[in-house]
C-alpha cells in the first residue's frame, strides 16, 4: 500500500485526501489549525470547508507536518498558489528521499511568473521527474458528493504518472496519465482568469453568445502562451484544457466565475474579497499570467482586460468595449 500525505486542509486538499483513501492509499491530512484536525480525527468531518461530508475512518489528520511526511511516497501540495515557496521552505527538510511532489494549484507566481511545478522543483531541489500535477474540471462540491468525474495526473515521468494514477483512481474518479506538464499546469491556471472574464459577462448580464465567444478565444489565448512555453497543443483539448475551462467557465460552484460575476455586478473589489470566503486563484495569477505573456510576446487580450478590471478599475462596459473593437483578425493566429 502506498502512503501519502496532503499539505492543506482546505476544500480541494481534504477533498483529495478523500480520494487518495477511498482508493486505498495509507493517507494522512496536515493542517495548521488544530480544531479543523481534531474534528477530522474525532467526527470524519472537515466543518469549515466541507460540512457534512462524511470522510474515510483511515483517513488521519495532524498539526505536525514532520510526523505527517515521515514514509511518504505522495507528498501532496494543496495551499494557495503563492503562498506556496513560503509554505515549502519550512517543508522541505522533511520531504522523505525519493518522494513524489503533487501539485493540486492552479496559478502562476506573482513575481517569478514560475509555474507551480518549478518553484516546487526550485524550492524543494528535485528533478522535474519527482513533481506531478493533478489537473481537470474537479468543482470539488460536486466531488464531495461523490458524483461522476475525471482528472488528468500529470509527470514527465511515464512511470511516476502511473503510480499516482493508481494511488487515486476510482469508480467515480477516473484519471488519465499525461506526460505534458507544462500544458496541463497552464491549463489549470489561465482557465481562472477567462473564468473571471465570464464572470464578469454574466453580472453585466450579457448573454450565452458572449460566454461562449469568451470560452474560446480564452482557449486561444491559452493555446498561445502554451505553444510558446512548449506545450502539447493536444492537451488544450482535453480535461485540463477544455475540460477544466468548461467547468469552471459555466458553473455557479466556480469561485472565480463567481468572483467574476460579482465584479459585474458592481460591487468594488474590497467588497467581493470580503464576500469571497475560498481563495480565487485566478484574482492574484491573473497579473502573473500576463507579465507570462509579456514576456514570451504572446497577444491576450483577454488576459488584459480582467486584469485591469480586477488591479486597475477599469469599468466592466469599458472593458467589454476594448475586446470587441479590436481590429479583426483571422480566428487562428500567433501560434
Known amino acids: 500500500m502506498s502512503k501519502a500525505v496532503v499539505l492543506g486542509t482546505g476544500s480541494w486538499g481534504t477533498t483529495f485526501a478523500m480520494i487518495l483513501a477511498e482508493a486505498g492509499t495509507s493517507t494522512t491530512l496536515w493542517g495548521r489549525r488544530a480544531e479543523i484536525v481534531e474534528a477530522i480525527n474525532e467526527r470524519h468531518e472537515n466543518p469549515d470547508y466541507l460540512p457534512g461530508l462524511k470522510l474515510p475512518e483511515s483517513l488521519r489528520a495532524t498539526t505536525d507536518p514532520v ?12 495551499v494557495p498558489a503563492q503562498t506556496l515557496r513560503g509554505n515549502l521552505a519550512e517543508w522541505k527538510d522533511a520531504i522523505p528521499p525519493g518522494a513524489v511532489l503533487v501539485s493540486l494549484m492552479k496559478g502562476v507566481e506573482l513575481g517569478t511568473g514560475k509555474r507551480m511545478s518549478e518553484v516546487i522543483c526550485e524550492v524543494a531541489e528535485v528533478p522535474e521527474s519527482r513533481v506531478a500535477v493533478v489537473s481537470g474540471p474537479n468543482l470539488v462540491p460536486e466531488l464531495a458528493r461523490r458524483q461522476p468525474a475525471a482528472a488528468v495526473v500529470a509527470c514527465t515521468d511515464e512511470e511516476v504518472a502511473g503510480k499516482l494514477q493508481d494511488a487515486c483512481h476510482l469508480p467515480w474518479f477516473r484519471t488519465y496519465t499525461n506526460s505534458d506538464i507544462v500544458g496541463v499546469e497552464l491549463g489549470g491556471a489561465v482557465k481562472n482568469v477567462i473564468a473571471l472574464a465570464v464572470g464578469v459577462a454574466a453580472g453585466m448580464g450579457l448573454g450565452d453568445n458572449i460566454r461562449a465567444t469568451l470560452i474560446t478565444r480564452g482557449l486561444a489565448e491559452i493555446a498561445r502562451l502554451g505553444a510558446a512555453l512548449g506545450a502539447d497543443q493536444h492537451t488544450f483539448a482535453g480535461l485540463a484544457g477544455m475540460g477544466d475551462l468548461i467547468a469552471t467557465c459555466t458553473s455557479p460552484l466556480s469561485r472565480n466565475r463567481t468572483f467574476g460575476e460579482n465584479l459585474g455586478r458592481g460591487m468594488t473589489l474590497a ?26 510576446d504572446v497577444e491576450m487580450p483577454i488576459t488584459e482586460v480582467v486584469v485591469g478590471v480586477v488591479h486597475d478599475g477599469l469599468a466592466p462596459s469599458e472593458a467589454a468595449l476594448l475586446l470587441m473593437s479590436r481590429s479583426p483578425k483571422p480566428e487562428r493566429y500567433g501560434l
Open 67 to 78: 510526523a505527517a511526511m515521515e514514509g511518504a511516497d505522495f507528498v501532496v501540495l494543496a
Open 271 to 296: 467588497e467581493v474579497v470580503a464576500a469571497t470566503k475560498q481563495t480565487a486563484e485566478g484574482v492574484k495569477s491573473c497579473e502573473s499570467v500576463l507579465e507570462l505573456a509579456r514576456k514570451y
